[in-house]
């Protein structure tokens, strides 16, 4: 098991309309400065190393940015797409070109959250931190949270904590856009839950919005956003993750 869990940023698609100055697709230097600044981050916010790769060289056919973690170097692969997809076109049609910088930072720094929560299930081995409330964290194996990924069960779990991370940074690094921006995150994923229901992390989000919730000084974004998840999720009933043999 070399790699855990590839993910995909085409989920990930910030709502900003009515910008007279549309940006452009984002070309192969717009995504990887900006996955470098993500990188950035993660290395000092959580040790965690990023090495960045052209998806289509590679074979692998995710729109914009997708991410998994190599469980034999430790470190973040994230692999960016030039080749536009029709979807992602329309919204980079809505969105400033001023505002593109941030927003992609935000984008890949969504990815890098993701392997953080793959360093912490498939390394650190720490269920009982990642998994939600009402989850059974105290028997679970990687082979059982393993398949419980699989299964989708966790995915808008893990969608909330990669959002949750990318509306922190937006914070810091937009204060003054943050509300708008922040809006427009929380309104996409309502709008879309029809489509894509298990992106739909907006209960989360309106509350943490609402809340003006931060990250504190001394404190990594990325584990405020694994706290914030906890704090802000919406109500349920939690699962037993089985014990599963090797």
């Not at 991410?67 to 797409?81: D, E, M, P, V």
């Not at 309106?206 to 003006?212: H, P």
Request: with cysteine.
């Amino acid at each position: 098991m070399r790699q855990a869990c590839r993910h995909t940023a085409a989920a990930f698609v910030l709502l900003c309309c009515g910008h007279a100055s549309a940006a452009p697709y984002p070309t192969e230097g717009q995504l990887r400065t900006a996955v470098e600044s993500a990188a950035t981050l993660a290395q000092t916010e959580e040790g965690l190393d990023v090495e960045i790769f052209d998806a289509q060289k590679v074979g692998i056919t995710q729109p914009l940015l997708a991410a998994r973690l190599s469980l034999k170097t430790g470190t973040c692969q994230i692999f960016y797409n030039t080749r536009p997809e029709d979807g992602l076109t329309q919204y980079f049609d809505s969105v400033a070109a001023s505002d593109l910088p941030v927003l992609l930072i935000a984008m890949a720094t969504h990815e890098v959250a993701h392997c953080i929560e793959y360093r912490e299930a498939y390394v650190h081995k720490r269920f009982d931190k990642i998994l939600p409330p009402g989850f059974r964290s105290d028997s679970v194996t990687v082979h059982g949270y393993m398949g419980a990924v699989k299964s989708g069960v966790l995915q808008t779990w893990g969608e909330a904590l990669a959002d949750i991370a990318s509306l922190l940074y937006l914070k810091q690094a937009a204060p003054d856009r943050w509300l708008e921006l922040a809006k427009g995150v929380a309104g996409m994923r309502r709008d879309l839950a029809r489509k894509w229901p298990e992106h739909d992390t907006s209960p989360w989000l309106y509350k943490i919005i609402a809340a003006d919730a931060n990250a504190p000084l001394n404190q990594s974004l990325f584990e405020t956003a694994f706290q914030l998840r906890r704090q802000y999720r919406p109500g349920g009933q939690g699962r037993t993750i089985a014990r599963r043999q090797n």
